[in-house]
């Protein structure tokens, strides 16, 4: 029998108590048929967001017992120290892999170090991590963030027609690769117009109760606007409540752009509500399976891999999109 992990069953069972908010998928065997299963760890943001979910459980699909692994999940709550303590518990433990869906770009480099120390091989997913030494991970499979804020931008100069543009900004997390692409797009978009004014930027943290509250201190400061640009769908849902309470049309008074294409926030395209939203694809379950795959074999995957995504207005949106849509 192919022994996995460094530390076989007792660092298993520890891995329970040492990871009190971690969870393992349903289902799983008993220990003593473990021993076979790829072991991974896999440090996730949160679940601040829709996306988040279906990314979560995209992993968990895909890392099942049934498919030949242990997923060991922490859930990080949005906080990077939280994540340096998951990536270290995992090393203890001696995982076979570690998948780490950064929460921000900078700070990852000593935690990194221990873990290839350990020979532990790291996957990063979702966004992205700075270092001066890309060697700290195996490889990346993940968005292209400022592509996505390049599409909104492009979308709102086709569709504005010349128009003078008051831009109210709610960014996502801020050091967050998804915050930083879809940001510096659109200051790309602002300096390139002398027409396009931003009056208003603040964070809501990619969730629906910040960016409600954000919005509402936007319209308590009374500037006027006709555009939104939000970075999450989440956030985007929070704006559209706020928005509404106060009498303003979403999609008509304002235009509103977003991000992830999530399905509930396409039926806002269809229902009018939303005008243009860029996908961000969280389906990365499989492709952390098939890296792993190959590096079990003894292959070297893609060191980046930028995953293919589109956009979604009115002309292009049809039921079907939706219907098979899976997040
Ligand atoms: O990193 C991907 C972003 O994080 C998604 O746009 C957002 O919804 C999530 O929370």
């Known amino acids: 029998m ?11 069972l520890l891995a329970g108590l040492l990871l009190g908010g971690c969870s393992s998928q349903p289902g799983l065997p008993a220990e003593e048929d473990n021993a076979d299963l790829v072991v991974v760890g896999f440090s996730q943001v949160g679940a601040e967001s829709d996306w988040r979910n279906a990314n979560t459980q995209s992993m968990l699909d895909a890392l099942s017992a049934e498919n030949g692994y242990r997923l060991i999940l922490d859930d990080a709550q949005q906080k990077q120290e939280k994540q340096i303590t998951a990536i270290r518990n995992f090393i203890n433990q001696g995982v076979d892999y570690i998948v780490l869906a950064p929460t921000r770009e900078t700070g990852w480099d000593t ?15 979702d966004r992205m991590i700075e270092t001066g030494d890309p060697d700290l991970f195996t490889c990346w499979v993940g968005s292209d963030f400022r592509s996505e804020g390049d599409k909104a931008v492009q979308w709102l100069e086709d569709h504005q027609e010349g128009k003078e543009l008051r831009i109210a900004h709610l960014q996502g997390s801020i050091g967050s690769s998804a915050q930083i692409g879809r940001t510096s797009g659109l200051d790309a978009g602002i300096g390139a117009h002398d027409n396009w004014k931003l009056v208003f930027r603040e964070s809501g943290d990619f969730t629906q ?8 201190k936007l319209l308590s400061q009374e500037p006027s606007f006709n555009v939104l640009y939000s970075e999450n769908d ?23 752009l977003s991000f992830d294409a999530s399905s509930k926030a396409l039926r806002l395209i269809l229902d009018g509500k939303i005008n243009y939203d860029v996908e961000c694809n969280p389906l990365h379950g499989p492709r952390v399976r098939k890296i792993i795959e190959q590096l079990e074999k003894g292959e070297t995957p893609l060191k980046y891999t930028y995953v293919e995504e589109v956009s979604f207005d009115s002309s292009n949106l049809l039921e079907s999109v939706i219907e098979g849509r899976g997040y």
């Open 2 to 12: 192919k022994k996995r992990g460094k530390n076989t069953l007792l660092s298993l």
């Open 234 to 256: 989440n956030m985007t849902y929070g704006a559209i409540e706020a928005l509404e309470s106060a009498g303003i049309e979403p999609g008509k008074d304002v235009t509103i």
């Open 111 to 125: 935690v990194l170090t221990e873990a290839r120390k350990a020979g532990i091989p790291v996957i990063i997913v």
């Open 209 to 216: 109760a910040k960016g409600q509250e954000m919005t509402e």
